[in-house]
């Protein structure tokens, strides 16, 4: 995954950004994501990038039986604080501490754009998957950090500042109602995802391009331009 530093150096300031109720865009997304992405629970569900632990709970309100990993201490320190029945283990997502076939549902919510070595979580969630188990993705759209909004205005015009295609380094700082956060990570093009699930061996079931439930101002422009992209995949 990302260097851990990363996320323990901001592991304070993504607590608090993640568990303002209605602050991040995860709650205007997260709708479509558990309704149209998401199979039904089955006998274990591995979230790989869990962070501070939402999207663990959410799946096991939805009866998910759930083991979560992420590199950083503090965040998996907050996410068993606040879900203390839960599995919470500290694993790098490109050497995931399971064994193989271990699992039917391996979720990778807005973690995989994260990871230095994205190829090869992608290979190790096929390797803990059975035969006829999905993997569940979200990612930032490829799109959104190739550019930019030029202006705060609900129909600024995004402009396009980078290339698109190859392996990009992203950084942006996000400053809203108080709260500041730092995300760092990899922009990929869809093609680059796609190999990477074909090489696993997925084939890929649906690709979705929501739209933010609740456009906030902050989230209006995002009614013309995708943020993120949802994906399911099977191992066959």
């Avoid at 149209?36 to 959410?58: A, F, K, Q, S, Y």
């Avoid at 649906?206 to 439930?213: H, S």
């Amino acid at each position: 995954m990302a260097a851990p530093s990363e996320w323990e150096d901001e592991a304070g300031n993504w607590i608090r950004w993640a568990r303002t109720a209605g602050h991040d865009a995860y709650w205007s997304y997260r709708r479509p994501f558990f309704e149209t992405i998401l199979p039904p629970p089955g006998n274990r569900t591995v979230e790989v990038g869990c962070g501070e632990g939402r999207v663990t709970r959410d799946l096991r309100d939805r009866g998910h039986r759930t083991v979560a990993l992420d590199l950083s201490p503090t965040l998996l320190a907050h996410a068993r604080e606040a879900d203390p029945g839960g599995s919470y283990l500290l694993a790098d997502a490109s050497a995931l501490p399971l064994a193989a076939a271990c699992c039917d549902l391996v979720v990778a919510y807005n973690s995989l754009m994260d990871i230095d070595a994205m190829e090869a979580a992608v290979a190790e969630a096929s390797r803990i998957l059975v035969g006829g188990g999905r993997f569940c993705v979200c990612i930032t759209h490829p799109m959104a950090n190739t550019g930019r909004f030029d202006g705060p205005a609900p129909d600024a015009p995004f402009v396009a500042t980078g290339t698109y295609f190859g392996r990009r380094r992203f950084e942006a700082v996000e400053t809203r109602a108080g709260l500041t956060m730092t995300f760092r990570g990899w922009s990929y093009a869809l093609e680059d995802y796609s190999r990477a699930f074909e090489r696993a061996g997925f084939l890929i079931e649906c690709i979705r391009e929501p739209v933010p439930d609740t456009p906030t101002p902050p989230l209006q422009r995002w009614l013309r331009v995708p943020m993120f992209l949802h994906l399911r995949a099977l191992k066959p």
